[in-house]
């Protein structure tokens, strides 16, 4: 499990005065790339010349959330295939109450050969782990 910080911006609200549907997105990116990151990965290099690309996302909102709220994005990976995996989101906003979930599914991408590629060793091993010990 890994939690990243995001505080909402003028960029993340719509014309009802709330963050825009599409923000969630931007905010569970950063998480992302953040805990990439902690493991000496990237989105374009996850290991064995791969990378990673989104091939489907789903957000539910369960409150509103306003400018300068500061949200608390918890991922934690909930299913584990050969060449793609889901992460699970949980977003609080700065009162600890629950804002909004969601999931992302991320396929191995050879991009040098274009294609869908099985999830490189390493990566695999870490989402295991994580997927075991989250909490």
């Known amino acids: 499990m890994f939690i990243s910080k995001y505080q909402v ?27 990439l990151e902690t493991l000496g990965l990237s989105e374009l290099s996850i290991g064995e010349e791969r990378g990673l690309i989104q091939r489907r996302a789903n957000v539910e909102y369960l409150r509103e959330i306003s400018l300068g709220d500061i949200l608390n994005v918890k991922i934690y990976p909930v299913e584990i295939r050969g060449s793609y995996f889901v992460l699970a989101h949980e977003v609080s906003n700065q009162d600890g109450v629950t804002v909004l979930t969601g999931n992302v599914t991320l396929g191995s991408f050879d991009y040098n050969n274009k294609r869908l590629a099985k999830i490189p060793g390493a990566l695999k091993e870490i989402l295991e782990k994580e997927k075991t010990t989250k909490g």
Do not use: P
């Open 9 to 35: 911006r003028i960029s993340d609200i719509n014309y009802g005065g709330h963050m825009g549907n599409e923000r969630a997105l931007v905010a569970f990116q950063q998480a992302r790339i953040e805990w």
